[in-house]
Nanobody, 121 residues
Framework: QVQLVESGGGLVQAGGSLRLSCAAS????????MAWYRQAPGKQRELVAA???????NYADSVQGRFTISRDNAKNTVYLQLNRLKPEDTAVYYC???????????????WGQGTQVTVSS
């Protein structure tokens, strides 16, 4: 099995910062892309940022220049630095990873349980 465990969410004032972490554990042969999604109440889950195993990143327009995604491949961990937070960033943030578990070359999606980020105005 593979588990993704997020941490680092919380309550912060507008303009503040948070750092989210997501560690993958279990039977892991390799991980390709890792990403952060978020879901606000009454809205669909949306991609926030993604990073390939080689370090190529992409961001949603709404967070470009404010959020930074990074990863530590040796630790199977992905991070999301959230700066200059806005009330509209309030959501549950989910970690996602494409994991290969063994000799089978297929990658499968795994999700974390989510961590709440609340930004007060």
């Amino acid at each position: 099995q593979v588990q993704l465990v997020e941490s680092g969410g919380g309550l912060v004032q507008a303009g503040g910062s948070l750092r989210l972490s997501c560690a993958a554990s279990g039977t892991i042969f390799s991980i390709n892309a890792m990403a952060w999604y978020r879901q606000a109440p009454g809205k669909q889950r949306e991609l926030v940022a993604a990073i390939t195993s080689g370090g190529t990143t992409n961001y949603a327009d709404s967070v470009q220049g404010r959020f930074t995604i990074s990863r530590d491949n040796a630790k199977n961990t992905v991070y999301l630095q959230l700066n200059r937070l806005k009330p509209e960033d309030t959501a549950v943030y989910y970690c996602n990873a494409g994991v290969r578990r063994g000799f089978n070359p297929d990658y499968h999606d795994y999700w974390g349980q989510g961590t709440q980020v609340t930004v007060s105005s």
